[in-house]
T-cell receptor
Framework: DAKTTQPTSMDCAEGRAANLPCNHS???????VYWYRQIHSQGPQYIIH???NNETNEMASLIITEDRKSSTLILPHATLRDTAVYYC????????????FGQGTRLTINP | KAGVTQTPRYLIKTRGQQVTLSCSPI?????VSWYQQTPGQGLQFLFE???????NKGNFPGRFSGRQFSNSRSEMNVSTLELGDSALYLC????????????FGQGTRLTVV
């Protein structure tokens, strides 16, 4: 699975959009970009995934660049409950379920 | 529906002992994966089971083993515990082996003294 690079930490004001970047310059054509988050003392939670088109669900939006070498997770109206470590993962859809977690981005939402 | 259930939530063991952790996946899910989380190494993949067969294994010593039962429930075992095995052990379940979304349990916090 391709490696990802994320900033170690970020801050965002409550009510504003939180934009979390991820670099995955070695991503292969059949690899998807996944985002999970882990709130303190809980198991990771799936947020969203995509291949090359932008994706949106009730939690977030995922913007993938045209060359697929980077992506941005957007939380449109961040709340204090969005404070968590966010992990960007790339993996093939077909195959084993193994998720390779990096260090992630520690997002802090400030009141 | 009920989420992924891991038992026990907390455990304290002595070096040299062995431990068994349990994971009940979401009803209908057949794939179960295990992860170890430590402050130093982060989240690391241990192994994955589907239909009672181990499909993938991470880079952990043979002291770490697991199994899956016909009802998809899974157990992992760690023998000859070391202080470094102290960690949060997380279980994740998925409907299929090739699935988009993994659901994680709350984890078992193991402390080895």
């Amino acid at each position: 699975d391709a490696k990802t690079t994320q900033p170690t930490s970020m801050d965002c004001a409550e009510g504003r959009a939180a934009n979390l970047p991820c670099n995955h310059s070695t991503i292969s054509g059949n690899e998807y970009v996944y985002w999970y988050r882990q709130i303190h003392s809980q198991g990771p939670q799936y947020i969203i995934h995509g291949l090359k088109n932008n994706e949106t669900n009730e939690m977030a939006s995922l913007i993938i660049t045209e060359d697929r070498k980077s992506s941005t997770l957007i939380l449109p109206h961040a709340t204090l409950r969005d404070t968590a470590v966010y992990y960007c993962i790339v993996r093939v859809l077909q195959g084993a379920q193994k998720l390779v977690f990096g260090q992630g981005t520690r997002l802090t939402i400030n009141p | 529906k009920a989420g992924v259930t891991q038992t026990p939530r907390y455990l304290i063991k002595t070096r040299g002992q062995q431990v068994t952790l349990s994971c009940s996946p979401i009803s209908g899910h057949r794939s179960v994966s295990w992860y170890q989380q430590t402050p130093g190494q982060g989240l690391q993949f241990l192994f994955e089971y589907f239909s009672e067969t181990q499909r993938n294994k991470g880079n952990f010593p043979g002291r770490f083993s697991g199994r899956q039962f016909s009802n998809s429930r899974s157990e992992m075992n760690v023998s000859t515990l070391e202080l470094g095995d102290s960690a949060l052990y997380l279980c994740a379940s998925s409907l299929l082996l090739q699935n988009t979304e993994a659901f994680f349990g709350q984890g078992t916090r193991l402390t080895v003294v």
